[in-house]
């Protein structure tokens, strides 16, 4: 995972077991073990629920390797004008190792 090195300090957002969550990338090893800092997890309603979706903030977060499903850069500029509570999307699928 020594691809990761150059992107240590930037936006970055995995996918870990279907839960969606976003974060500053502070460190991995060689299993792809993730430090996040300032990390938020969003939770999607479905798109025929009338609650909206919810943000909670986690701060300093690890996330184990095998959990680990995507890890790429974000833009910041899109993202922050998005109203992600209006946003509505299924659950992702879980992980399947073999």
Known sequence: MSSLGPFVASNHYPNPDG??????LQGHDQTTNL????????IFS?????????????????????????????DEGLEGGIDWTAVKAYPLG???HS
């Open 19 to 24: 839960r969606t969550l976003t974060g500053q």
């Open 35 to 42: 430090i996040l800092s300032g990390t938020v997890e969003r």
């Open 94 to 96: 879980g992980m399947k």
């Open 46 to 74: 479905p798109p025929d629920s009338d609650e909206p979706s919810q943000e909670v903030e986690h701060g300093l977060y690890l996330i184990r390797g095998d959990n680990v499903a995507l890890c790429g850069l974000v």
